[in-house]
Nanobody, 124 residues
């Protein structure tokens, strides 16, 4: 079983920033497509960023330009830098590993390992 551990969530005011971290085994962090997802109460889970093995990143329109995903293989960690946060960004944030296919945020069944989540709360 692969263990992913998220951290860095918290409470901020609108316009603020947070850096979320996802630590995991080196062979996973360095060699697989990694993604960040979020789920707000009463809403469906949505992908917010992904990073492929070659460093290619993907964002939906809701986070493009505000969120940045990065990988530090030396620290076995994937980061999600969140800027210009809005109350609508309030959610539990999860990192995940994609087992196959391209590194887009689709195909839920291909995201095979998940962390326990870290909570982000943005107040207006």
């Amino acid at each position: 079983q692969v263990q992913l551990v998220e951290s860095g969530g918290g409470s901020v005011q609108a316009g603020g920033s947070l850096r979320l971290s996802c630590a995991g085994p080196s062979y996973i962090i360095s060699s697989y497509c990694m993604g960040w997802f979020r789920q707000a109460p009463g809403k469906e889970r949505e992908g917010v960023a992904s990073i492929d093995r070659d460093g290619t990143t993907t964002y939906p329109v809701t986070t493009q330009g505000r969120f940045t995903i990065s990988r530090d293989s030396a620290k076995n960690t994937v980061y999600l830098h969140t800027n210009s946060l809005e109350p609508e960004d309030t959610a539990m944030y999860y990192c995940a590993v994609k087992g196959a296919g391209d590194c887009t945020l689709t195909s839920d069944y291909l995201w095979i390992y998940w962390g326990q989540g870290t909570r982000v709360t943005v107040s207006s």
